[in-house]
């Protein structure tokens, strides 16, 4: 089973331009989560979505980030425009959705992708 | 507010040694999860444990152990007879509630183990 891809590994950009990070989840999670994490800083939960809508975007920065879902499968995330700031590492994780059996199938794990370092000049 | 904390932000031992990595947590929620990963230097989060908060009952898989204490909210990692593959920095991480939700990080300890 593939597990969380994210591309490209590393993007480089001057301040002003725009950047779209891709992540594609293992097959078959409905959920998808992004997270960042600065240099020095801990890393921090941008948002979540349950298969194509947005469940918990409360950790979005501002109105520079947009995420989607299309189809909900795979999933973008704009920076536009970006700020010396936005630079970091950028994680997505997918994880299964919570089962009919109970509580032991609740808040299951969430796989990791390799991240995308974003360097920002 | 949920919170964690590693105190420990870089631990160095000799190959074989123990380690213990600390975390606590804070949260209001008397359903919660709680999860260790590993992100070694290629750079990826991999995923070690996750427990529930009804469930105390500590684990050991392998060279690893877990000891959850509610009393103490902590939720430490132990590594017996440390190797050098064992280098990284580990995360401790929290997520409320019996569904999927954000996980909420500690800052991380690296963890050096020297040949």
């Known amino acids: 089973e593939a597990g969380v891809t994210q591309f490209p590994s590393h993007s480089v950009i001057e301040k002003g331009q725009t950047v779209t990070l891709r992540c594609d989840p293992i097959s078959g999670h409905d959920n998808l989560y992004w997270y960042r994490r600065v240099m020095g800083k801990e890393i921090k939960f941008l948002l979540h979505f349950v298969k194509e809508s947005k469940q918990d975007e409360s950790g979005m920065p501002n109105n520079r980030f947009l995420a989607e879902r299309t189809g909900g499968t795979y999933s973008t995330l704009k920076v536009q425009p970006a700020e010396l700031e936005d630079s970091g590492v950028y994680f997505c994780?997918?994880?299964?959705?919570?089962?009919?059996?109970?509580?032991?199938?609740?808040?299951?794990?969430?796989?990791f992708g390799d991240g995308t370092r974003l360097s920002i000049l | 507010a949920q919170k964690v904390t590693q105190a420990q932000t870089e631990i160095s031992v000799v190959e074989k040694e123990d380690v213990t990595l600390d975390c606590v947590y804070e949260?209001?929620?008397?359903?919660?999860?709680l999860f260790w990963y590993k992100q070694p230097p290629s750079g990826e989060l991999v995923f070690l444990i996750r427990?529930?908060?009804?469930?105390?009952q500590n684990e050991i898989s392998g060279r690893y152990s877990w000891n959850f204490q509610k009393s103490t909210s902590s939720f430490n990692f132990t590594i017996t007879a440390s190797q050098v593959v064992d280098s990284a920095v580990y995360f401790c991480?929290?997520?409320?509630?019996?569904?999927?939700?954000?996980?909420?990080f500690g800052s991380g300890t690296q963890l050096t183990v020297l040949p």
């Open positions: 949260t209001r929620d008397t359903t919660y999860y």
């Open positions: 991480a929290l997520s409320e509630g019996g569904s999927a939700r954000q996980l909420t």
């Open positions: 427990r529930n908060s009804f469930d105390e």
């Open positions: 994780a997918s994880s299964q959705d919570r089962g009919r059996m109970g509580l032991n199938y609740s808040n299951q794990p969430q796989h």
